[in-house]
Structure formats: C-alpha cells, structure tokens
C-alpha cells in the first residue's frame, strides 16, 4: 500500500509518503520515506522543492533541493536518506512552479516515526488476565470513517492490542425498544480487521432514559452553571446493555458500567445509585455473554475512594476488573495505585484492576513519554492486568490545553514521543510475563 499525508495544491501536489496514512516508516520497508510530488495540472511546469527533514534531537536527515520538469499528469519522488536511528523525524518544504513559490510547508505540523512497528498482531488478545493488556483511549465514532480507520492501523501499529472509546447511547438507542447498530458495526469491523479488542462503557443517559426521581437525586447545586450527567431509569439501563451485549455476543468482549463516576459533570446521582447501577450493567452482560469482562466504571482519581468503598463492601462480586484512571504525574499517581490496592486488600476482594485511561497532560512531549513507560511498568507491577493511555489522537475540536495535550498523536495523525514510547515498550514486553521486583534500591521496579 502507498500513502500519503500532507498538502495538495490545485497545481501541484507535494505529500509525506512513509507508506501508511498514520506517518509511521518502519525501519524494515524497502522504500525510504520521502515527499511524493505531483503535477496535477495537464499542462507542463518546472518544479522545484527545498526539503528539510531533521530528528528532534537536532540531527539533519536532509537538506536539500530537487528539480523536475514535469509533463501534465507527471510527478516524482523526493527520497530522503533511510534514517538510521529510530525517533521523530519533522520535515519542511517549499514547492516551486515555474520559478514561483506555489506550497511552503508552515503553520503546521509534519512529522513521522521511524520505529519498528510491534503489531498488528495475528489473533486478537486472549483477555487472559495473566497476559498483561496494552490498550490506548480513543472516541473514533465521533470521526468520520477515515479517521476510524487511521485510529485502528495507528493503534494497532504501535501494539496496542484494545482499544477503549465510547459509543452514544442516544445515537444507539434512540427511543425506547429502537437500536441503530450500523455505525458501530461497521468500526467493529475496521476492529477485526486489525485485531483489536474494542471496549465500551454504557454511558450516557439520553433525555428520554432520565429516572423520573433523577432530578431529586442530584448530587450538585442547584445554582451551578452546568449540571451532570443525570442517573438514568435502570429498566431502560438494563435494556440498552442487553441489547448491545446480545448485538455483539462474541465480538464485544470488554464493557464497563459507566465513566468517572466519581466526577460530578459525569455522573450527578449518589454512590449508592451507581453501586446499584454496577450490579445491573454485571448480571446483565453475564446473562448474555458469560465470558466478557465485566469492568466497574473506572474512577477518576484517589478523591474516589468513597465510592470504592461502597462498592467493594455491597457489590464486591458485580464486576471482573476494577477500573482506575489517574491522570497525574508519575508521583501522584503512585499514591493513588496503592489506595486502590489497598482497598481490594481490606475488604478482600481479589480481583485484578486495570488502569484503563490513564495518562498526563503535558505540553512538553518528551515529559509524556518518560510519563508513559513509568505508569505501566509500575501498575503493571502493582497488580494491574492491562493499562489504556489516553488518548490515542487529539481531539481537533477541543482547543483547550489539557484536552491538547495528552495524545500520543496530532489531530491528523502526527506521531508524538509517547507513540514510540509506547511502541518501544509493546515490543519489549508483549510477551513478557511479570516475575517480582528484583530487589533495587531506590525508586526502580
């Protein structure tokens, strides 16, 4: 497969070719990564480029120029020399026609990883919880199907093998009794195509799904200027999750009862409503499919230790894996592994937890990838069964900096540190297995 990402001009086209859509070389292609330029015009033109590509630890791949006389319809190939080290590498350009400046690449991003891609793998994950499960977060349904498709090869490129994002329940399940799977089907399908484990949660509560006592139960003021997601009637709960658990029987292996229940603009009913929220989503989904995983929806962070405890002490058999998030420097998040941890010690439930979103927003990408690799190898460490970073790609929409800056890749798929980072550790550890702690001294493990 040929592809190409950068930017097409009426009269010529010049793109970043590195032979997939997501900016991905891998150091065994035979074909070196380059810019691909065309001609788009039918009548003849002289053509030049003043390409740059450079690693981001300042070292020059080229610096150059290439000129061309084209036909109507012709074009060439500008070959960069092969990269020798693997890393980020971010290219500038500027196409001449004719003497005249037509494309200077500027005021965006283009850039690609050479790596050694871990995936995709031959078989999905087996969902055994003694082989760890390296996950990444993403909302692809909220993109059009290209994008879907650029989230799976990215994901499944680096090693992931599930990835977790959010279906609508209102998209789905429009009115009561009324399913629309034909969006979600067809992502499912992009996820068999490359192997990957799609995990969901059953959030969030349509207008006509709201409980009629739901308004009386909320949790936050009256006066604030947004209120949260309110609790939903668990008949119609209940038959949502049937439906979409008898739908993808087999195919869907991994849910989740709900998002952040902890964070009021999520969820603004009580504990207890949740924890009975949790045991529904759990019988249900077993009722249907006895061998999918069955999550508690993951909390936010340490500050959701209330709602741990009510669960573990009244539902402590409504869920498979308990699901923890975390986003935070790696000092922090360490306080809030072993909160949790010792929440399933005291009340003795033993069941594995799984981080599975958790990341840090960090402007300074190179943070994020030091971030990444402590945070797994650590919960991985510390009991945990699988790790999901959020997220997989920006959000394009969300300008704000937190929302920005916590993705392993750019809007248009623009590889980051962390990708790497993420592929390095997947290829290290795909197949590893966790022994104990060998003893150091100091902060190692």
Request: aromatic share 12%.
């Amino acid at each position: 497969m040929m592809a190409f990402s950068g930017f097409a001009l009426a009269a010529l086209v010049c793109l970043l070719d590195t032979g997939n859509d997501v900016h991905v070389w891998d150091v065994r292609s035979a074909v070196p990564p380059g810019l691909a330029v065309t001609n788009a015009e039918d009548t003849a033109c002289d053509v030049t480029v003043k390409a740059r590509c450079v690693r981001r630890d300042g070292t020059v791949l080229f610096d150059g120029v290439r000129k061309w006389r084209f036909e109507g319809g012709a074009g060439a190939r500008l070959d960069f020399p092969r990269p020798d080290r693997n890393g980020i590498y971010e290219v500038t350009y500027a196409v001449s026609k004719d003497g005249k400046v037509v494309d200077e690449q500027a005021g965006h991003e283009l850039r690609f990883a050479a790596m050694r891609p871990t995936g995709p793998f031959a078989e999905k994950h087996d969902l055994d919880p003694r082989h760890f499960l390296f996950g990444v977060c993403a909302h692809p349904l909220r993109h059009p199907v290209e994008v879907q498709r650029k989230a799976a090869l990215a994901a499944a490129l680096c090693g992931a093998r599930h990835l977790r994002g959010s279906l609508s329940w209102g998209e789905h399940n429009p009115k009561p009794g009324v399913f629309d799977w034909r969006k979600s089907d067809a992502f499912m399908d992009i996820m068999d195509e490359y192997r990957l484990q799609w995990q969901t949660h059953f959030g969030y509560t349509p207008a006509w799904a709201i409980a009629a006592d739901a308004e009386a139960k909320r949790t936050s003021s009256p006066t604030a200027k947004k209120r949260g997601m309110p609790f939903p009637d668990l008949k119609a709960y209940a038959d949502y999750v049937r439906a979409l658990a008898t739908h993808y029987r087999g195919r869907f292996r991994i849910y989740e009862a709900w998002n952040e229940p902890d964070i009021n603009w999520f969820a603004d009913f009580p504990i207890a409503d949740y924890v009975e929220m949790q045991k529904v989503c759990y019988r249900t989904v077993k009722a249907i499919d006895p061998t999918a995983i069955v999550e508690t929806a993951g909390f936010a962070n340490t500050h959701a230790e209330p709602w741990i405890d009510a669960l573990l002490k009244e539902a402590p058999d409504s869920f498979d894996y308990l699901a923890w998030h975390g986003h935070c420097p790696f000092g922090q998040y360490l306080s809030g592994v072993g909160m949790v941890r010792s929440k399933l010690h005291e009340y003795g439930v033993k069941r594995p937890w799984i981080a599975n979103e958790t990341a840090l927003s960090d402007p300074d990408e190179h943070v994020l990838a030091q971030n990444l690799p402590q945070k797994i190898v650590y919960s991985w460490a510390n009991g945990a069964c699988g790790y999901a970073w959020f997220r997989l790609f920006n959000n394009e929409k969300r300008k704000d900096g937190s929302e920005s800056n916590f993705a392993m890749m750019s809007s248009d798929f623009n590889p980051k540190e962390p990708y790497l980072a993420y592929n390095m550790l997947t290829g290290l550890l795909t197949d590893a297995r966790y022994v104990g702690e060998p003893g150091f001294a100091g902060d190692l493990w």
